[in-house]
């Protein structure tokens, strides 16, 4: 019996060291690690710049409250936010979510909101009320009112956005809803809908933000513009970390005392987020795209053909892996733990893979090669098994 609350299902091991792409549990075993935290360490466990940056901040001040001004914050916001943006700091991507629907509110002086069906956009309370999963909202009413919940993806969702709607919030590719790619036209169609309508447009880039799909934000392969963009994960490679970012005449609304927070910007967590920052640059992202595109390109060669997947979708290191019903992906995960390979799930029976952005090529060819493998013998038993 554990004395911290059981809000995870976990596996039996213990993570304690890690290099590289790899992580080493407390029995010694290595793991190639396909996870990244979910979506965190982009840059891995060996990263000595990022080290380097957070143990001399430690020799020097760890925390100072947010009534002095904090020097690396606003060179940290400065590298972070497009241009026209301002950027508020806090500690998860929930916060930023929250810090979003707040100002959303602020600022257009209006209090509906649409969302989205399987969108996942963390579990405070407000978050919680735009995020597109019904079970695990349940137990927690009551939430957040007039909030209109709306397929993804699909046009008719258009016609929940008018004059009375805040803010619009989405992910352009769904991470926890199954690596649910958006359509370049319906994105548009949200986007200019919202200008017709004097409505904000929300992007959570927590998932998909900071290098994941080959961009530093996943709308920028779409041409979007969002008002505010929410940020966390990936920032500071392991150390908690979000950031509502807003566009100067949407951020104008917050005033001393609208918002807060006691460790947000804190100046251990901006000094990893600043080398972080640093190195994602775009000789680094374009070493992303590239290998996405051969890894997406393998997969389709070597897992599209089996029977039991039913498809292959994301973009850059941001996988989902679709399997048919018959193989559920616990069992597939469990499989290759047991090979040392770390994967996740999402909705829809969905392998998820959010490999750390550094990750060897031939690692990743080895892995593609086990999970192949693997999900044929785990097929091919089910299949034994039903004949008998």
């Known amino acids: 019996m554990t004395t911290t609350m059981h809000t995870y299902d976990q596996f039996p091991f213990d ?18 690690d396909l996870t990244a935290g979910i979506g965190v360490c982009n840059f891995g466990y060996s990263n000595q710049q990022i080290k380097q940056a957070v143990a001399k901040q430690v020799e020097k001040v760890w925390h100072i409250t947010n009534l002095y001004q904090n020097q690396l914050a606003e060179e940290v916001a400065e590298d972070l936010c497009p241009a026209g943006y301002q950027a508020f700091f806090c500690n998860s991507g929930t916060e930023a979510n929250e810090a979003a629907i707040k100002l959303a509110h602020k600022a257009t002086g209006k209090h509906e909101l649409v969302a989205f069906d399987y969108g996942f956009h963390g579990r405070t309370t407000g978050s919680l009320s ?33 004059e009375d709607t805040a803010a619009v919030i989405l ?13 370049a036209d319906w994105l548009h169609q949200v986007q200019d809908k919202c200008h017709a309508t004097g409505t904000l447009l929300i992007i959570d880039e927590v998932q998909s933000g900071m290098g994941r799909t080959g961009h530093r934000f996943a ?47 804190n100046k251990v967590v901006m000094s990893a987020a600043k080398e972080v920052l640093k190195q994602l640059n775009p000789e680094f992202l374009a070493t992303v795209q590239a290998k996405g595109d051969w890894l997406f ?23 989902g892996i679709h399997l048919a019903d018959s193989l559920p992906v616990g069992q597939v995960i469990q499989a290759l733990q047991k090979e040392g390979i770390l994967t996740l799930s999402a909705r829809g029976n969905t392998l998820r893979l959010l490999p750390p952005l550094i990750v060897d090529q031939d690692d990743l060819a080895q892995a593609i090669d086990q999970i192949s493998q693997i999900i044929q013998q785990l097929s091919n038993a089910d299949q034994a098994a039903a004949v008998k």
């Not at 940020?231 to 951020?251: C, F, I, T, Y």
């Open 15 to 32: 993570i304690v060291d890690g290099h590289d792409a790899y992580l080493i549990d407390d029995q010694g075993k290595e793991y190639l």
């Open 130 to 162: 735009v995020t597109g999963y019904p079970h695990i909202q349940e137990g927690f009413a009551p939430l957040m009112p007039a909030v209109k919940m709306v397929p993804f993806n699909d046009p008719a969702a258009l016609n929940a956005i008018t």
């Open 171 to 183: 992910e352009v590719i769904q991470g926890e809803g199954g690596i649910n790619v958006g359509q």
């Open 219 to 265: 709308f920028e392969h779409y041409g979007l513009e969002p008002d505010m963009i929410t940020v966390a994960k990936g920032l500071a490679n392991g150390l908690p970390v979000g950031a509502l970012l807003a566009k100067e005449s949407v951020a104008k609304h917050f005033q001393p005392g609208d918002h807060g927070t006691t460790f947000g910007g």
């Open 297 to 319: 390109d393998q997969l389709e060669q070597k897992l599209s053909p089996l029977e039991v997947v039913t498809g292959i979708s994301g973009a850059g290191l941001m996988v």
